[in-house]
Nanobody, 114 residues
Framework: QEHLVESGGGLVRPGGSLTLSCAAS????????MQWYRQAALKEREWIAT????????RYSESVNGRFSISRDNSKNMLFLRMNNLKLEDTAVYYC???????WGQGTQVTVSS
């Protein structure tokens, strides 16, 4: 059974930082490209970052480029998203995603509020 389990969300003030984690199981994590998405209330799910299998190449949406950093630890089957300089508009449920087989986690809520 394939699983993606996100954690690390919470309430943070504008300008603050947070690191999300995604624990993968049930598939060969190191063999797949991984992504982070987010979905704000009343909005469509939005792609924000992609990382290749070895982590040597990363891509970001314009909305998070320069503030967020995606990384992975293949030895631990873990995906990460470091979020710096958080803004009110970063409030959303954040999901990790394995696009090749269509796996999604359950999401973790990030709320940016003063």
């Amino acid at each position: 059974q394939e699983h993606l389990v996100e954690s690390g969300g919470g309430l943070v003030r504008p300008g603050g930082s947070l690191t999300l984690s995604c624990a993968a199981s049930g598939f060969t994590f190191s063999g797949f490209v991984m992504q982070w998405y987010r979905q704000a209330a009343l909005k469509e799910r939005e792609w924000i970052a992609t990382i290749t299998t070895t982590g040597d190449i990363t891509r970001y949406s314009e909305s998070v480029n320069g503030r967020f950093s995606i990384s992975r630890d293949n030895s631990k089957n873990m995906l990460f998203l470091r979020m710096n300089n958080l803004k009110l508009e970063d409030t959303a449920v954040y999901y990790c995603h394995q696009p090749s087989q269509g796996f999604w986690g359950q999401g973790t809520q990030v709320t940016v509020s003063s």
